[in-house]
């Protein structure tokens, strides 16, 4: 069964939007493997900071319905597709890989070209999956993250309870 990642990133309500993302990727897809929280600048825009981290998931379901149904996850949580590129979200949810797939899905590349060119989402799929290997350029996750040259300044750990099991299984959110 191929194992898909996904980016999760909130700059807006972000402590009850990455909640929520998490409850609903559980829902969807069943157990979700996350990676460490991190807190990082706004890039390309002046905004409050985000908090993103990576989920990982197994599923049998095609690429295109896995992005579809995260498509599905940020419109409830009142994502509008066609802001503004660099802006403030509620949810973002960006299907990184999917298994050792090369292609694309919708117009963007599988896997996706943000794992190279950012710190906040190259570094937590680094930890999370430090030896599986990114399916074009062919090193590891480590790998890449040890030579990463991108910026990493404003990328700062976020408190490791920020995503707190509760005694259903579903994530909640430490209160700061």
């Not at 069943?30 to 460490?36: I, N, Q, T």
């Not at 660099?86 to 590349?109: C, M, Q, W």
């Not at 906040?120 to 350029?137: G, I, K, M, Q, Y």
Request: net charge negative; proline share 6%; no cysteine.
């Amino acid at each position: 069964m191929p194992r898909a990642w996904i980016s999760i990133g909130s700059n807006i309500d972000a402590h009850n939007n990455v909640a929520g993302a998490i409850r609903e990727l559980r829902k969807t897809f069943g157990d979700v493997m996350l990676s460490p929280v991190y807190e990082a600048r706004a890039v390309g825009f002046d905004g409050p900071a985000f908090v993103n981290l990576v989920a990982g998931i197994e599923t049998e379901l095609p690429a295109a319905e896995v992005a579809r149904r995260l498509g599905d996850i940020e419109a409830r949580f009142g994502r509008v597709r066609g802001e503004a590129a660099f802006s403030s979200r509620t949810l973002d949810l960006d299907l990184l890989t999917y298994g050792n797939t090369a292609s694309s899905v919708n117009g963007k590349p599988l896997p996706r070209e943000d794992i190279l060119k950012y710190a906040f989402v190259l570094r937590p799929l680094a930890e999370v999956a430090p030896d599986e290997h990114h399916a074009v350029d062919g090193r590891t996750y480590a790998e890449l993250w040890s030579a990463f040259g991108g910026d990493t300044t404003g990328l700062k750990p976020v408190d490791p309870k920020f995503v707190e099991a509760s005694d259903g299984g579903e994530p909640a959110l430490k209160s700061s």
